[in-house]
């Protein structure tokens, strides 16, 4: 459970001028974005700037037009989600996708679930022992506490589901994370609690890329930040050299040299 | 959202030490027993009510005819179509997906394979002119099986692949499929099968079971342990919980939704060979309310119609209530009339109960 294959690389994932247009709409132009392993990197905008967009472009879930792809230095083309996985990127997304009706165990698990060996491999029998006894210890890896592992997810609070999101894409990826507003649900508290996995994933030599609107927090986390503006990249600079206002600015285009 | 999802900063154990007193955190109290358990499932009150029907009808039956060997074995037999139809539903409804089509399958198989054990007659339409048996029954079956196997194909291709409303593309192959079979059979039913194969599978008893609900518990277990330990059981319920969550987790959802299709395809089959080996010939006007009676034991059961959760086990139950029920009315003597009016009541009772049982559950939780 050390995650250091991304760290001999420059970036653990980004894009290079990528573009995608849904019909009419021009929904990315000219996005790049970098994440250096171990570094967190601040995608902010406004609405409809392309956050959504990128963010499943370099999850696999959607294809570019043009632009590239990158993965741990090299040019990657993403046929679908399971590509992203299989290169070590995993998201927490903004509706968490747990399956409600699964255990917090099954859920950590999906996709990536253990079998039995021997025989019973054959017949795709779960270690289900072994699954819970590996979910018990990621969570706890993150100092995150939950009633019980074998309830369904929908029982549990909306901090808890992101807890376990967040518990679960930690666990999976081995080169990058992408949360898209990992904190939007969350009172203060747990926020703050969120943004410190943040640190603690980084700091594990993870790239860790996270949309959100909670300005404030996020430049508190954030190495760089990178401004997307009607689809284009805007401003990439470090974080700590920036404030709300001057953020808030350069979202709604004043810095972009365009009138508004 | 008033709980703490993420607390204690300090890395430590994930189990609340003593001086933690959450009452969220359960994990350090005694587990509940296994009965205990059992009974805050809908499985197990409907297998309440259906011991409780037993003994109604045992008691209220003349001589007590309902509690006895012959029964059962009619019992047995007469579920087992409505169980292998069910249990096929259970697992599509577990991925959250619908099927109306599964009578119109089976009537077509059993179209298909007598029409495939019919080319076996020496003199048509003579029931004692077969060549070779045992060849026409094996072919029959193939052609049963395959049949259904083909039909629940195509409806997984149009819901999987063609992304359809799996409850509109069913409706549409429950159409397709009466038609075929009535255009196969050209209108009649298909009759001449050979007395072997009632006498020998049909109506057989192996050490007291009917053959024919051997098939359906022979399902019934592989699909319960299928659910209960497989990887294969676990993801059809992640599709029906959440079908995005599932995509976005890396799991091939259409591949599942089709093998889904095939495998409750492929079991109105085998119910289609059951049916023609039974009677003898085909039935085409008798299962045209079997997929709803599938959907009814099936939820009654406790698989969710809402997808994400199966009970096979309880599958077994509520196929079982209707067959009590309807055989328990008959044997008492009770009108036709009020066998539906009372079926419905009993259906209504199972699910109010749950309800009560629901309610409980959720006042345990406290939440």
Redesign the interface.
Same mark, same amino acid.
């Given at each position: 459970m050390a995650p250091t294959s991304a760290s001999a690389a420059t970036v653990a994932i980004g894009s290079r001028h990528v573009s995608k247009r849904f019909g009419h709409v021009q929904a990315l132009r000219d996005a790049t974005v970098t994440v250096p392993p171990g570094k967190v990197v601040a995608l902010v905008g406004d609405n409809g700037a392309g956050k959504s967009t990128l963010l499943r472009a370099l $999850?696999g +879930?959607s294809q570019p037009d043009s632009g590239e792809i990158v993965i741990r230095d090299k040019s990657v083309t993403l046929h679908?989600? !399971?590509d992203g996985?299989a290169q070590g990127v995993d %998201?927490v997304?903004q &509706?968490?996708?747990?399956?409600?009706?699964?255990s917090v165990v &099954?859920n950590m698990f999906?996709?990536?679930?253990h +079998?039995r060996g021997g025989g019973l491999q054959h #017949? @795709? =029998? $779960?270690a289900r022992r072994e699954m819970a006894e590996r979910a &018990?210890a990621a969570? !706890?890896? $993150?100092? /995150?506490?939950?009633?019980?592992l074998s309830v369904p997810v929908r029982?549990?609070? @909306? @901090?808890?589901?992101?807890? #376990?999101a967040v518990a679960r894409a930690v666990m999976w990826s081995r080169t990058a994370i992408l949360m898209d507003e990992p904190t939007a %649900?969350l @009172?203060t !508290?747990?926020s703050e /609690? =969120?943004i410190?996995?943040i640190r603690t994933v980084a700091e594990r030599g993870l790239g860790v890329l996270v949309v959100s609107h909670d300005l404030p927090r996020i430049l508190t986390v954030a190495d760089t930040v990178t401004v997307l503006w009607r689809g284009e990249t805007v401003l990439e600079a470090p974080g700590r050299d920036l404030t709300v206002p001057d953020l808030v600015a350069t979202m709604v285009g004043y810095r972009a040299g365009e009138a508004v | 959202m008033s709980s703490d999802a993420v607390a204690s900063p300090a890395p430590g154990p994930n189990r609340a030490g003593p001086e933690d007193d959450d009452p969220r955190d359960d994990r350090a109290l005694e587990p509940p027993s296994r009965l205990a358990m059992w009974l805050k499932t809908r499985a197990a009150w409907v297998f309440v009510l259906d011991a409780g029907l037993v003994a109604l009808f045992t008691a209220v039956t003349p001589n007590h005819v309902f509690w006895s060997t012959a029964n059962a074995q009619a019992l047995l037999l007469a579920m087992s179509e409505t169980l292998l139809l069910a249990l096929g539903l259970s697992m599509l409804l577990g991925a959250g997906i619908f099927d109306l089509s599964l009578g119109a399958n089976l009537v077509l198989s059993a179209v298909v394979g007598a029409t495939a054990v019919e080319q076996f007659q020496g003199v048509h339409g003579d029931a004692s002119s077969y060549q070779n048996v045992v060849l026409a029954v094996l072919v029959g079956a193939l052609a049963c099986v395959a049949s259904g196997v083909l039909f629940g194909l195509v409806n997984g291709l149009v819901i999987a692949v063609g992304d359809v409303n799996s409850l509109i593309a069913t409706l549409a192959t429950l159409g397709i499929g009466t038609g075929m079979a009535e255009l196969i059979a050209n209108g009649s039913d298909v009759a001449g099968m050979p007395v072997s194969l009632q006498t020998n599978i049909g109506l057989r008893r192996v050490v007291g079971i009917p053959v024919p609900a051997l098939a359906g518990l022979a399902a019934l277990v592989v699909l319960w342990a299928v659910v209960r330990w497989c990887r294969y059981g676990l993801r059809v319920q992640a599709i029906g919980s959440s079908r995005s969550a599932a995509e976005r987790a890396g799991i091939r959802v259409r591949l599942h939704l089709v093998s889904l299709t095939i495998l409750a395809g492929g079991m109105a089959g085998v119910a289609g060979f059951i049916d023609l080996s039974r009677f003898g010939a085909t039935s085409l006007s008798g299962h045209s309310n079997d997929a709803l009676n599938a959907v009814t034991a099936a939820v009654i059961g406790g698989t969710l119609l809402e997808g994400g959760s199966i009970s096979i086990i309880g599958t077994l139950w509520g196929a079982a209530l209707a067959v009590i029920l309807q055989s328990g009315l008959v044997l008492s003597g009770v009108s036709s009339f009020w066998q539906l009016i009372v079926t419905g009541f009993v259906l209504l009772l199972a699910v109010l109960l749950d309800r009560v049982a629901m309610a409980r559950r959720a006042h345990g939780h406290g939440k």
């Amino acid at each position: 459970m050390a995650p250091t294959s991304a760290s001999a690389a420059t970036v653990a994932i980004g894009s290079r001028h990528v573009s995608k247009r849904f019909g009419h709409v021009q929904a990315l132009r000219d996005a790049t974005v970098t994440v250096p392993p171990g570094k967190v990197v601040a995608l902010v905008g406004d609405n409809g700037a392309g956050k959504s967009t990128l963010l499943r472009a370099l $999850l696999g +879930l959607s294809q570019p037009d043009s632009g590239e792809i990158v993965i741990r230095d090299k040019s990657v083309t993403l046929h679908s989600v !399971r590509d992203g996985l299989a290169q070590g990127v995993d %998201a927490v997304h903004q &509706d968490l996708a747990l399956a409600p009706h699964l255990s917090v165990v &099954d859920n950590m698990f999906l996709g990536h679930e253990h +079998l039995r060996g021997g025989g019973l491999q054959h #017949v @795709g =029998v $779960l270690a289900r022992r072994e699954m819970a006894e590996r979910a &018990d210890a990621a969570l !706890r890896e $993150l100092s /995150i506490q939950l009633p019980s592992l074998s309830v369904p997810v929908r029982a549990l609070s @909306g @901090g808890q589901r992101q807890a #376990v999101a967040v518990a679960r894409a930690v666990m999976w990826s081995r080169t990058a994370i992408l949360m898209d507003e990992p904190t939007a %649900a969350l @009172g203060t !508290r747990q926020s703050e /609690i =969120v943004i410190s996995l943040i640190r603690t994933v980084a700091e594990r030599g993870l790239g860790v890329l996270v949309v959100s609107h909670d300005l404030p927090r996020i430049l508190t986390v954030a190495d760089t930040v990178t401004v997307l503006w009607r689809g284009e990249t805007v401003l990439e600079a470090p974080g700590r050299d920036l404030t709300v206002p001057d953020l808030v600015a350069t979202m709604v285009g004043y810095r972009a040299g365009e009138a508004v | 959202m008033s709980s703490d999802a993420v607390a204690s900063p300090a890395p430590g154990p994930n189990r609340a030490g003593p001086e933690d007193d959450d009452p969220r955190d359960d994990r350090a109290l005694e587990p509940p027993s296994r009965l205990a358990m059992w009974l805050k499932t809908r499985a197990a009150w409907v297998f309440v009510l259906d011991a409780g029907l037993v003994a109604l009808f045992t008691a209220v039956t003349p001589n007590h005819v309902f509690w006895s060997t012959a029964n059962a074995q009619a019992l047995l037999l007469a579920m087992s179509e409505t169980l292998l139809l069910a249990l096929g539903l259970s697992m599509l409804l577990g991925a959250g997906i619908f099927d109306l089509s599964l009578g119109a399958n089976l009537v077509l198989s059993a179209v298909v394979g007598a029409t495939a054990v019919e080319q076996f007659q020496g003199v048509h339409g003579d029931a004692s002119s077969y060549q070779n048996v045992v060849l026409a029954v094996l072919v029959g079956a193939l052609a049963c099986v395959a049949s259904g196997v083909l039909f629940g194909l195509v409806n997984g291709l149009v819901i999987a692949v063609g992304d359809v409303n799996s409850l509109i593309a069913t409706l549409a192959t429950l159409g397709i499929g009466t038609g075929m079979a009535e255009l196969i059979a050209n209108g009649s039913d298909v009759a001449g099968m050979p007395v072997s194969l009632q006498t020998n599978i049909g109506l057989r008893r192996v050490v007291g079971i009917p053959v024919p609900a051997l098939a359906g518990l022979a399902a019934l277990v592989v699909l319960w342990a299928v659910v209960r330990w497989c990887r294969y059981g676990l993801r059809v319920q992640a599709i029906g919980s959440s079908r995005s969550a599932a995509e976005r987790a890396g799991i091939r959802v259409r591949l599942h939704l089709v093998s889904l299709t095939i495998l409750a395809g492929g079991m109105a089959g085998v119910a289609g060979f059951i049916d023609l080996s039974r009677f003898g010939a085909t039935s085409l006007s008798g299962h045209s309310n079997d997929a709803l009676n599938a959907v009814t034991a099936a939820v009654i059961g406790g698989t969710l119609l809402e997808g994400g959760s199966i009970s096979i086990i309880g599958t077994l139950w509520g196929a079982a209530l209707a067959v009590i029920l309807q055989s328990g009315l008959v044997l008492s003597g009770v009108s036709s009339f009020w066998q539906l009016i009372v079926t419905g009541f009993v259906l209504l009772l199972a699910v109010l109960l749950d309800r009560v049982a629901m309610a409980r559950r959720a006042h345990g939780h406290g939440k």
